[in-house]
């Protein structure tokens, strides 16, 4: 038995136009990745995650967009990555151009000792 599983993004179901989200194909548990291809001027719908608690890194991997961030306005390019905190409101506004990020969606991680840890990083301090 295998202990890995791999899919295509291009294989699955896009929403909301170019959003494919990989967690269930992929069966995680903890880490969300979707891949998100933006066609111009597409824009997604303000959101946070306060009551999931979910913190997010956003990786810009083929052109240039804006993530807004509690009303303020950052400009990505190829490469640049973005952390988001669970409280805080974000959108993604497509330009002119189509763009593609992937974006990763966790647990706020705990440190060791904490009592309500339910996802802890031992294996990453070092």
Not at 30 to 59: A, F, K, L, Q
Not at 62 to 81: K, Q, R
Request: charged share 25%; proline share 6%.
């Amino acid at each position: 038995m295998s202990t890995y599983k791999r899919v295509n993004y291009r294989e699955i179901e896009p929403v909301s136009g170019g959003m494919h989200f990989l967690r269930e194909p992929l069966a995680s548990e903890r880490v969300g990745v979707t891949i998100t291809r933006c066609e111009p001027d597409w824009n997604s719908r303000p959101h946070d995650h306060t009551e999931n608690g979910h913190e997010e890194i956003y990786v810009l991997i083929e052109g240039s967009a804006t993530v807004v961030v509690d009303g303020e306005d950052v400009e990505m390019e190829s490469g640049d990555a973005i952390w988001i905190p669970p409280a805080a409101t974000r959108q993604i506004r497509n330009g002119e151009d189509e763009s593609a990020f992937v974006l990763v969606s966790a647990p706020v991680s705990i440190e060791p000792g904490g009592s309500d840890a339910e996802w802890s990083t031992d294996g990453f301090i070092g």
